[in-house]
């Protein structure tokens, strides 16, 4: 009979933050129970996917911050982590979901609506996949497979911090770092009002055991995943796995894409000139600038509230884009198949 363990790990280390789900979805694959677990860090740190360059954080002010850099075996860019958001992990055998990711994603993730209502956070899991309420995403998550495990992660956001998150990025732009900042408190959910964790633990164990017909109980981590713990400890908390891990790219890409979250990015250029950056904000591009990105005075605003293609267009004609620069926008999703099609050969 298909179970659901429940864990509330409370408030434990950054370091393990990350490793306990690692041991979880591994240990998933080798047929322990779907888990749901909870956890918040105990210390703010920095968390980075497994194929990026690890020149994408600001790592001088994380130093300067006391910030850790955790590398997880996922994939995704830099995040900023801490004790105002609440983790929770489900992690299962791949062979319960369906072969979709989207479907597998979505399957796992939409039982939770009512638990972000009962917390006091009424978001909707929205046409982007993102749980959001009024535009502004209310949960950080994604996704990955260790082995023959599936993890989704996610967090419950009480209160975030758009300076401090922005401020860990290696932009070399503090003009940039401001832009982001303001998309990052426009496009993130951040609440003044107490949320309420305990009743979001409640709801989101009862909805998950409803919608897998799992009967749900408390458990905890086994003597052999305890081992599995300590050996993602040893992995991720390795200085060499953090700075060259096997996939890492071989050079820092000139043009940088930092989503804010489904729907909405910031792209730039700042180590090779020309200049540039621009947000798209569901397709649109509120305004693309050009040069001078260091010193206001001195901004090229070309474009003001135009579609997304119009902007990667004059871009095109001025061979700030070529060909891998459009892969990067396609494969990030800041474009789609449609919109490449008249630009590739």
């Given at each position: 009979m298909k179970e659901l363990r429940v864990i509330d790990f409370g408030s434990v280390a950054a370091l393990r933050s990350q490793t306990i789900w690692h041991a979880l979805a591994s240990s998933a694959g080798r047929g322990a129970p779907m888990t749901l677990s909870f956890m918040r860090p105990a210390s703010a740190y920095v968390g980075i996917g497994l194929h990026r360059s690890i020149d994408e954080v600001d790592r001088g002010y994380c130093r300067s911050e006391g910030l850790a850099v955790i590398r997880r075996q996922i994939g995704g860019g830099p995040v900023y982590l801490d004790e105002h958001q609440l983790f929770f992990q489900i992690s299962v055998h791949r062979s319960a979901l369906a072969r979709s990711r989207a479907a597998a994603i979505d399957s796992l993730l939409r039982p939770l609506t009512g638990a972000f209502h009962a917390a006091g956070v009424p978001g909707e899991l929205d046409g982007n996949g993102e749980f959001s309420l009024g535009g502004a995403k209310v949960c950080g998550h994604g996704a990955g497979e260790i082995d023959d495990g599936v993890v989704v992660v996610g967090n419950l956001i009480e209160h975030f911090d758009p300076v401090r998150a922005s401020a860990i990025l290696n932009t070399k732009s503090d003009w940039i770092k401001g832009k982001l900042a303001e998309l990052m408190a426009r496009f993130v959910g951040s609440f003044?009002?107490?949320?309420?964790?305990?009743?979001?633990?409640?709801?989101?164990?009862?909805?998950?055991?409803?919608?897998?017909?799992?009967?749900?109980?408390?458990?905890?981590?086994?003597?052999?995943?305890?081992?599995?713990?300590?050996?993602?400890?040893?992995?991720?908390?390795?200085?060499?796995?953090?700075?060259?891990?096997?996939?890492?790219?071989?050079?820092?890409?000139?043009?940088?894409?930092?989503?804010?979250?489904?729907?909405?990015?910031?792209?730039?250029?700042?180590?090779?000139?020309?200049?540039?950056?621009?947000?798209?904000?569901?397709?649109?591009?509120?305004?693309?600038?050009?040069?001078?990105?260091?010193?206001?005075?001195?901004?090229?605003?070309?474009?003001?509230?135009?579609?997304?293609?119009?902007?990667?267009?004059?871009?095109?004609?001025?061979?700030?884009?070529?060909?891998?620069?459009?892969?990067?926008?396609?494969?990030?999703?800041?474009l789609t198949k449609e919109m490449t099609r008249q630009w590739v050969a």
């Open positions: 003044s009002a107490p949320i309420n964790a305990a009743a979001f633990i409640s709801a989101a164990r009862e909805a998950l055991a409803s919608a897998f017909s799992a009967p749900d109980h408390d458990g905890k981590l086994s003597d052999e995943e305890v081992l599995e713990v300590e050996r993602f400890d040893s992995l991720l908390g390795n200085e060499a796995w953090t700075e060259a891990p096997e996939f890492l790219p071989p050079a820092p890409r000139p043009m940088r894409i930092i989503k804010i979250r489904a729907g909405v990015y910031a792209v730039y250029r700042v180590e090779v000139a020309p200049h540039f950056f621009f947000a798209s904000v569901f397709g649109r591009v509120e305004s693309l600038v050009i040069a001078g990105l260091d010193s206001p005075g001195s901004h090229v605003q070309e474009v003001r509230d135009c579609d997304l293609t119009v902007a990667i267009e004059m871009l095109l004609e001025r061979g700030y884009l070529g060909q891998s620069e459009l892969n990067s926008l396609l494969n990030v999703g800041v």
